[in-house]
């Protein structure tokens, strides 16, 4: 069945960085889509970073210049690097693949990430 196990989350200081990882079993990760979705409490999830099959990416203008999204296919993973974390940043991050269609789209379980002011 289809996997992606995300990490990376944790407690930072506003200002500070990190890493977080998802790595996914069973699809063809190369043909996938990958992003990273950010649901805070009460707010609606919101695409935070994608990257595309041909390594194309976009960003959320709440987090361009802050957060780089990279994958490696030889892992079948995907990082978003994050520096420079505001409070606002605080929400589950969620790692999604997509495949063409909905059909075809998973998600991750999800990790916290907490920004302190």
């Known amino acids: 069945q289809v996997q992606l196990v995300e990490s990376g989350g944790g407690l930072v200081q506003a200002g500070g960085s990190l890493r977080l990882s998802c790595t996914a079993s069973?699809?063809?990760?190369?043909?996938?889509?990958m992003s990273w979705y950010r649901q805070a409490p009460g707010k609606q999830r919101e695409l935070v970073a994608r990257i595309t099959t041909t390594l194309s990416t976009n960003y959320a203008d709440s987090v361009k210049g802050r957060f780089t999204i990279s994958r490696d296919n030889a892992k079948n993973t995907v990082y978003l690097q994050m520096n420079s974390l505001k409070p606002e940043d605080t929400a589950v991050y969620l790692c999604?693949?997509?495949?063409?269609?909905?059909?075809?789209?998973?998600w991750g379980q999800g990790t916290q990430v907490t920004v302190s002011s």
């Open positions: 999604n693949a997509y495949w063409g269609s909905s059909r075809f789209e998973y």
């Open positions: 069973g699809i063809i990760f190369s043909l996938n889509n």
